[in-house]
Protein backbone atom coordinates (compact mmCIF):
# COMPACT_ATOMS: atom_id res chain seq x y z
CA UNK A 1 0.00 0.00 0.00
CA UNK A 2 1.63 3.46 -0.59
CA UNK A 3 -0.19 7.02 0.59
CA UNK A 4 -2.06 7.85 3.05
CA UNK A 5 -5.28 4.72 4.03
CA UNK A 6 -7.97 5.25 6.46
CA UNK A 7 -9.98 2.57 7.56
CA UNK A 8 -13.34 2.15 8.08
CA UNK A 9 -14.20 3.81 4.89
CA UNK A 10 -17.87 3.98 5.99
CA UNK A 11 -19.22 3.87 9.28
CA UNK A 12 -22.96 3.87 11.41
CA UNK A 13 -22.92 4.20 14.85
CA UNK A 14 -25.50 5.24 17.33
CA UNK A 15 -24.93 7.55 20.07
CA UNK A 16 -24.32 4.77 22.98
CA UNK A 17 -21.53 2.79 20.64
CA UNK A 18 -17.98 3.04 20.67
CA UNK A 19 -15.78 2.96 17.87
CA UNK A 20 -12.51 4.10 16.42
CA UNK A 21 -11.22 5.35 13.48
CA UNK A 22 -7.30 4.12 11.82
CA UNK A 23 -5.00 6.28 9.54
CA UNK A 24 -1.57 4.62 8.00
CA UNK A 25 0.51 6.50 6.27
CA UNK A 26 3.01 4.94 3.97
CA UNK A 27 5.16 8.29 3.52
CA UNK A 28 7.89 8.26 5.80
CA UNK A 29 6.44 11.23 7.22
CA UNK A 30 6.37 12.01 10.70
CA UNK A 31 3.46 14.41 11.47
CA UNK A 32 0.03 13.48 11.26
CA UNK A 33 -3.47 15.36 11.20
CA UNK A 34 -7.23 14.43 11.70
CA UNK A 35 -9.92 16.84 9.84
CA UNK A 36 -13.58 16.83 9.72
CA UNK A 37 -15.43 18.35 6.81
CA UNK A 38 -19.18 18.67 7.50
CA UNK A 39 -21.74 19.80 4.93
CA UNK A 40 -20.87 22.93 3.37
CA UNK A 41 -18.48 23.64 5.50
CA UNK A 42 -14.46 24.00 5.21
CA UNK A 43 -12.35 21.46 6.17
CA UNK A 44 -11.80 21.97 9.64
CA UNK A 45 -8.48 20.84 11.38
CA UNK A 46 -8.88 18.73 15.07
CA UNK A 47 -5.62 17.58 15.76
CA UNK A 48 -2.07 17.44 14.84
CA UNK A 49 0.58 15.12 16.17
CA UNK A 50 4.29 15.87 15.29
CA UNK A 51 6.88 13.08 16.11
CA UNK A 52 3.98 11.13 17.86
CA UNK A 53 3.18 14.21 20.78
CA UNK A 54 0.37 16.16 20.15
CA UNK A 55 1.01 19.65 19.37
CA UNK A 56 -2.50 21.16 18.92
CA UNK A 57 -5.86 20.67 19.79
CA UNK A 58 -8.83 22.99 17.98
CA UNK A 59 -10.97 22.68 20.88
CA UNK A 60 -12.54 19.70 20.14
CA UNK A 61 -15.26 17.81 22.67
CA UNK A 62 -13.77 14.89 24.15
CA UNK A 63 -16.26 12.64 23.20
CA UNK A 64 -13.58 12.56 20.18
CA UNK A 65 -9.72 11.18 21.20
CA UNK A 66 -6.64 10.92 19.69
CA UNK A 67 -3.87 8.22 19.32
CA UNK A 68 -0.63 8.14 17.91
CA UNK A 69 1.39 5.11 18.68
CA UNK A 70 3.99 5.62 16.58
CA UNK A 71 4.54 7.93 13.36
CA UNK A 72 2.97 5.66 10.82
CA UNK A 73 -0.57 5.48 12.41
CA UNK A 74 -3.20 7.42 13.97
CA UNK A 75 -6.40 6.50 15.19
CA UNK A 76 -9.77 8.33 16.62
CA UNK A 77 -11.40 7.06 19.07
CA UNK A 78 -15.16 7.88 19.37
CA UNK A 79 -17.52 7.45 22.19
CA UNK A 80 -21.80 8.91 23.41
CA UNK A 81 -21.25 11.56 19.64
CA UNK A 82 -24.08 13.22 18.75
CA UNK A 83 -25.73 13.22 15.29
CA UNK A 84 -24.07 16.81 14.66
CA UNK A 85 -20.91 14.63 14.61
CA UNK A 86 -21.78 13.05 10.87
CA UNK A 87 -19.64 14.13 8.81
CA UNK A 88 -16.61 12.76 6.55
CA UNK A 89 -13.32 12.65 8.65
CA UNK A 90 -9.98 12.83 7.36
CA UNK A 91 -7.08 12.12 7.62
CA UNK A 92 -3.29 13.88 6.46
CA UNK A 93 0.21 12.93 6.72
CA UNK A 94 3.42 15.17 6.50
CA UNK A 95 7.14 16.20 6.85
CA UNK A 96 7.70 18.23 9.89
CA UNK A 97 9.96 21.00 9.53
CA UNK A 98 8.52 23.31 11.70
CA UNK A 99 5.55 23.86 9.42
CA UNK A 100 2.81 21.60 8.11
CA UNK A 101 3.51 22.17 4.29
CA UNK A 102 1.94 20.00 1.98
CA UNK A 103 -0.06 17.42 3.57
CA UNK A 104 -1.48 14.28 1.85
CA UNK A 105 -4.67 13.11 2.53
CA UNK A 106 -6.08 9.37 2.80
CA UNK A 107 -9.69 9.08 1.46
CA UNK A 108 -11.85 9.77 4.58
CA UNK A 109 -14.38 7.75 6.90
CA UNK A 110 -17.83 8.83 6.04
CA UNK A 111 -19.05 9.08 9.34
CA UNK A 112 -23.04 8.62 10.28
CA UNK A 113 -24.51 9.06 13.82
CA UNK A 114 -28.12 7.62 14.24
CA UNK B 1 -14.96 34.25 10.73
CA UNK B 2 -13.60 32.55 7.58
CA UNK B 3 -9.69 33.09 7.53
CA UNK B 4 -9.87 31.52 4.11
CA UNK B 5 -12.59 32.64 1.21
CA UNK B 6 -14.08 31.14 -2.01
CA UNK B 7 -16.28 33.15 -3.02
CA UNK B 8 -17.82 31.10 -5.93
CA UNK B 9 -19.46 27.95 -4.60
CA UNK B 10 -18.91 26.62 -8.90
CA UNK B 11 -17.44 27.53 -11.80
CA UNK B 12 -18.04 25.97 -15.40
CA UNK B 13 -15.75 26.50 -18.24
CA UNK B 14 -15.34 25.45 -21.76
CA UNK B 15 -12.77 22.48 -22.59
CA UNK B 16 -9.80 23.93 -24.33
CA UNK B 17 -10.28 27.42 -22.32
CA UNK B 18 -8.46 28.83 -18.99
CA UNK B 19 -10.10 28.00 -16.03
CA UNK B 20 -9.50 30.51 -13.19
CA UNK B 21 -10.36 29.83 -9.42
CA UNK B 22 -9.79 32.59 -6.91
CA UNK B 23 -9.29 32.68 -3.19
CA UNK B 24 -9.30 35.55 -0.95
CA UNK B 25 -7.56 35.29 2.82
CA UNK B 26 -7.79 37.89 5.77
CA UNK B 27 -5.13 36.55 8.44
CA UNK B 28 -1.49 38.37 6.86
CA UNK B 29 0.05 35.62 9.04
CA UNK B 30 -0.24 32.96 5.86
CA UNK B 31 2.89 32.57 4.53
CA UNK B 32 2.54 29.49 2.65
CA UNK B 33 -0.87 28.62 0.54
CA UNK B 34 -1.66 25.17 -1.38
CA UNK B 35 -3.93 24.37 -3.62
CA UNK B 36 -6.05 20.59 -3.30
CA UNK B 37 -8.51 19.02 -6.03
CA UNK B 38 -11.34 16.75 -4.77
CA UNK B 39 -13.21 14.11 -6.52
CA UNK B 40 -16.45 12.66 -4.64
CA UNK B 41 -15.32 10.10 -2.87
CA UNK B 42 -11.87 10.51 -2.63
CA UNK B 43 -9.66 12.68 0.18
CA UNK B 44 -8.11 16.03 -1.51
CA UNK B 45 -4.87 15.82 -3.79
CA UNK B 46 -2.42 18.01 -3.36
CA UNK B 47 -2.00 20.48 -6.65
CA UNK B 48 0.56 23.23 -6.34
CA UNK B 49 1.99 25.58 -3.38
CA UNK B 50 3.60 28.99 -3.50
CA UNK B 51 5.46 30.67 -0.57
CA UNK B 52 4.70 34.05 0.09
CA UNK B 53 7.86 34.69 -1.22
CA UNK B 54 7.26 34.28 -4.64
CA UNK B 55 4.17 35.86 -6.86
CA UNK B 56 3.94 32.89 -9.10
CA UNK B 57 4.08 29.39 -9.51
CA UNK B 58 3.92 26.69 -12.56
CA UNK B 59 3.58 23.23 -12.79
CA UNK B 60 2.59 22.20 -16.39
CA UNK B 61 -0.80 23.18 -16.70
CA UNK B 62 -1.18 24.90 -13.25
CA UNK B 63 -0.01 28.25 -12.65
CA UNK B 64 -0.86 29.66 -8.85
CA UNK B 65 -0.85 33.85 -8.51
CA UNK B 66 -0.34 35.64 -5.24
CA UNK B 67 -0.84 39.21 -4.84
CA UNK B 68 0.07 39.52 -0.78
CA UNK B 69 -1.32 43.38 -0.76
CA UNK B 70 -4.83 42.58 -1.78
CA UNK B 71 -4.49 38.90 0.44
CA UNK B 72 -5.80 37.45 -2.63
CA UNK B 73 -4.39 34.07 -5.12
CA UNK B 74 -5.29 32.44 -7.70
CA UNK B 75 -5.67 28.99 -9.32
CA UNK B 76 -5.14 29.30 -13.75
CA UNK B 77 -5.62 26.11 -15.68
CA UNK B 78 -4.60 26.10 -18.85
CA UNK B 79 -6.20 24.28 -21.04
CA UNK B 80 -8.95 22.95 -19.21
CA UNK B 81 -9.83 19.09 -19.74
CA UNK B 82 -12.85 16.86 -18.62
CA UNK B 83 -10.26 15.59 -15.62
CA UNK B 84 -10.28 18.21 -14.22
CA UNK B 85 -13.89 18.59 -13.31
CA UNK B 86 -13.57 17.97 -9.28
CA UNK B 87 -13.60 20.46 -6.33
CA UNK B 88 -11.03 22.74 -5.81
CA UNK B 89 -9.57 23.93 -2.09
CA UNK B 90 -7.92 26.92 -1.23
CA UNK B 91 -5.35 26.18 1.91
CA UNK B 92 -2.92 28.72 3.58
CA UNK B 93 -0.76 27.70 6.27
CA UNK B 94 1.31 30.04 8.79
CA UNK B 95 5.24 28.79 9.72
CA UNK B 96 4.88 30.01 13.09
CA UNK B 97 3.95 27.41 14.64
CA UNK B 98 2.06 23.62 14.70
CA UNK B 99 -0.61 24.82 12.97
CA UNK B 100 -2.71 22.72 10.59
CA UNK B 101 -3.27 23.98 7.41
CA UNK B 102 -7.34 26.39 7.15
CA UNK B 103 -9.18 25.51 4.03
CA UNK B 104 -11.63 27.55 1.85
CA UNK B 105 -15.07 26.23 1.11
CA UNK B 106 -14.37 24.85 -2.07
CA UNK B 107 -15.27 25.59 -5.78
CA UNK B 108 -16.92 23.47 -8.32
CA UNK B 109 -15.06 23.33 -11.35
CA UNK B 110 -17.37 21.62 -14.23
CA UNK B 111 -15.47 21.60 -17.84
CA UNK B 112 -17.71 21.53 -20.00
CA UNK B 113 -16.98 19.22 -23.72
Known amino acids: ETGVTQTPRHLVMGMTNKKSLKCEQHLGHNAMYWYKQSAKKPLELMFVYSLEERVENNSVPSRFSPECPNSSHLFLHLHTLQPEDSALYLC?????????????FGPGTRLTVT | DQQVKQNSPSLSVQEGRISILNCDYTNSMFDYFLWYKKYPAEGPTFLISISSIKDKNEDGRFTVFLNKSAKHLSLHIVPSQPGDSAVYFC????????????FGKGTHLIIQP
Open chain 1, 92 to 104: ASSTWTGGGYEQY
Open chain 2, 91 to 102: AAYSGGGADGLT
